[in-house]
């Protein structure tokens, strides 16, 4: 019976160091962890807060003094906590990584491997839950289409036959692939390329946008030998309701961008449709199971908003 073997680590040179930002925002226990499984590491660490009002800071600063620490004083979302990140950093790789997601060893090594082929601009590794099972984190590239599968509930059924939006099951018994997208979760990319974050998306869809600027420069790679636990939405758990018709308004705002208006207001009129969708099926459940009355509640709120 064959033992499964670990991934070597590879001590990075020079050229191979990295400069991982985690923004933060009401995290304080995962944040400790994620530090934690980067302490040993000789990588360059920046902790972006988001404004929290848990102790993060205070905690980053007593008990991790080598990691950079930028305190913003409003939160500023995602990508724009990111930037100022990026300004800091002061090594070209950039490992953008949720304040949730802990990296196993040699996870960011291999990474910085993939990023000596100077046709990879960005890259990410597998995202795997909490319970060891894995976690879709590779996708096609955005469309009306796929923003209507999931809003009528048949992703999942399209993704079993290898048509749906998320890829990352097809891609396991492969060592390296080419994707249009990986996760903001843990995506490594160059600072040299001058990308950033759009400021204009407060937190959702932001990697989607910057990883359909990245893959104008070369090509993005899903690098599933690289593996990260990942809680999974730590800091957006809270009121629900906001985070979905954040989620949808990052959707219409990427189509707007980059698609145009009309394209937009029919990615908006789409995820209505999938939030009454959702009003009409907890509707008869709501009465007899507590987690439909709050889908309920949910989705309300969402078709009102």
């Not at 060891?132 to 809003?151: A, D, H, I, K």
């Not at 399209?158 to 099951?169: A, P, S, V």
């Not at 996760?183 to 910057?210: V, W």
Request: include cysteine.
């Amino acid at each position: 019976m064959m033992m499964n073997e670990e991934v070597p680590i590879q001590l990075p040179s020079n050229s191979n160091l990295v400069s991982v930002i985690i923004v933060s925002y009401n995290t304080k226990p995962q944040l400790t962890h994620c530090l934690e499984c980067l302490k040993e590491s000789l990588h360059e660490v920046i902790v972006v807060d988001n404004h929290s009002t848990d102790g993060s800071p205070e905690m980053v600063l007593s008990k991790f003094p080598n990691v950079k620490l930028i305190q913003l004083n409003e939160n500023q979302g995602f990508g724009r906590a990111n930037n100022h990140g990026i300004e800091l950093a002061t090594n070209d790789l950039i490992l953008f990584l949720n304040s949730d997601a802990y990296a196993k060893p040699g996870a960011i090594e291999r990474l910085a491997v993939t990023m000596q082929n100077m046709n990879v601009v960005a890259c990410g590794g597998k995202l795997l839950n909490p319970d060891g099972s894995l976690q879709e984190s590779v996708t096609r590239g955005l469309s009306l289409w796929f923003v209507l599968l999931e809003q009528l509930l048949l992703e999942p059924m399209f993704r079993k036959i290898g048509l749906g939006y998320w890829i990352t099951q097809q891609l396991q018994n492969k060592p390296e692939s080419s994707v249009r997208q990986v996760m903001g979760a843990c995506l490594m990319t160059r600072k040299s390329l001058g990308e950033q974050f759009d400021p204009r998306f407060f937190l959702y869809c932001e990697d989607t946008e910057l990883c359909y600027r990245l893959i104008s420069h070369g090509e993005i790679h899903y690098v599933p030998e690289a593996e990260f636990i990942h809680e999974l939405g730590a800091s957006s758990t809270n009121e629900r309701w906001k985070s979905v018709i954040r989620y949808n308004k990052g959707k219409e705002l990427y189509f707007r961008i980059h698609f145009g208006k009309i394209t937009s207001a029919l990615c908006w009129l789409i995820n209505k449709v999938g939030a009454l969708l959702r009003v009409v099926i907890s509707l008869p459940l709501a009465p007899l199971k507590t987690e439909h009355k709050a889908k309920l509640a949910i989705f309300w709120k969402v078709l009102w908003s």
